[in-house]
């Protein structure tokens, strides 16, 4: 019997959402306290390498399509992942630093296996033309999951506390996990484990070129956004105000973006890929303007609000495609590939956005990231389904 739609749609939610949760909070407070601690533009930049699994995953993605169910998996991380948070609420350490980078780390595994399981799931759920809405939520449930553990935990970390934060995680994710407890799975395909492997993948007609176009779709807004939350620090923001229009402004406009995009993409995915390319780098460009001019609350703020924006609808888009070319039989594998080789691009533009900014300044990497952004349209025939006109 078929899975009714919006039981697909709340669980896909429920299991993005788990992701975005935690990461939210890491990927907004570390960069901050990193700053705040006098590390350099280099060494904040590089943190971002703690996002590795995120970039490694497809190592261990056919190992979920060949063994158990993608639920089974679902369950396991998200059982870890409450355990994590626990341990963490329960034992504060000594030094603050160090255990958020290793928190940052740990999480980080258990959110890109999870993801991996998901995905796969997703492929299998999904009829062709709900792909568009689905990532639209996806997108839109990981941002909303941002929102409340990057601006919501972050705006409150000094009255919660340690334990009290890390205790909201546990809390959340093990309640969002219900809707994955109470699922079902479809049957396992024919030819499934001797499908799922990285080498089948990479045998298929257009698969290199399908890499090298993810790697680069990217990768400009990468590089302008990785020095972000450093320039907002050093334009004297507080962590409120950080978390504020980061957190809350940026992700509830990078919401707005995902459902957008997902409603273009689902019709027509090579013009959604081109429209979007040129709006994140605009986007990009935006911030350089800002560099040079005065600071301004208000200004860096609309600026947040459109980046995140752009930013929802081209991931969307990307995603959207991206499922498009995956095999039934494979779906974990092929789709963790495809996404790996975007967090590979993207955390690499991340890491060495530090050096662009310490050599060039804020605005000069600001508008060098923009223009790399705009080599994104010249990849797009690459991405999208050749069907399409």
């Not at 799931?121 to 033309?129: M, Y």
Request: hydrophobic letters at 55%; aromatic letters at 10%.
């Amino acid at each position: 019997m078929k899975t009714p739609r919006w039981s697909v749609l709340l669980l896909l939610g429920a299991l993005y959402f788990c992701q975005g949760l935690p990461f939210g909070f890491f990927v907004q407070a570390l960069p901050v306290v990193l700053r705040k601690q006098g590390l350099s533009l280099e060494q904040v930049g590089l943190a971002s390498l703690l996002a590795l699994p995120w970039a490694v995953k497809f190592l261990w993605s056919p190992a979920v399509d060949r063994y158990g169910t993608r639920r089974g998996w679902i369950l396991i991380h998200q059982g870890v992942a409450v355990a994590v948070f626990v341990a963490l609420a329960l034992f504060v350490p000594a030094n603050a630093i160090a255990a958020l980078m290793v928190a940052t780390f740990i999480t980080n595994l258990l959110s890109a296996s999870q993801d991996v399981a998901t995905d796969g799931l997703a492929v299998r759920l999904l009829p062709e033309e709900d792909r568009g809405l689905a990532n639209g939520l996806q997108v839109g449930a990981y941002r909303v999951g941002m929102i409340v553990g990057g601006g919501g935990l972050l705006m409150t970390f000094e009255w919660l506390g340690w334990r009290g934060t890390f205790g909201v995680m546990a809390a959340v994710v093990a309640v969002a996990t219900i809707p994955a407890l109470l699922s079902r799975e479809p049957p396992r395909l024919e030819h499934q484990e001797s499908q799922a492997s990285l080498q089948s993948f990479f045998r298929q007609p257009g698969a290199w070129t399908l890499i090298a176009g993810l790697l680069v779709y990217k990768a400009g807004e990468a590089a302008g956004t990785g020095m972000l939350r450093p320039f907002m620090v050093d334009r004297g923001y507080e962590l409120a105000d950080v978390g504020f229009i980061l957190g809350t402004v940026g992700f509830v406009a990078g919401l707005l973006g995902a459902l957008f995009g997902g409603a273009v993409a689902g019709r027509r995915r090579r013009l959604a890929l081109y429209m979007f390319a040129v709006t994140q780098a605009l986007a990009v460009a935006a911030y350089g303007v800002v560099a040079m001019l005065p600071p301004s609350r208000e200004l860096i703020t609309a600026v947040v609000a459109l980046e995140h924006f752009t930013s929802g609808t081209a991931t969307v888009s990307l995603f959207t495609a991206m499922m498009d070319r995956c095999r039934p039989e494979a779906a974990s594998t092929d789709y963790t590939v495809q996404a790996s080789a975007v967090v590979i691009a993207t955390a690499g533009m991340s890491a060495l956005s530090g050096f662009g900014a310490a050599h060039l300044g804020y605005a000069g990497n600001f508008f060098a990231s923009a223009a790399l952004a705009v080599l994104a349209l010249v990849v797009v025939g690459w991405i999208a389904p050749a069907r399409e006109a």
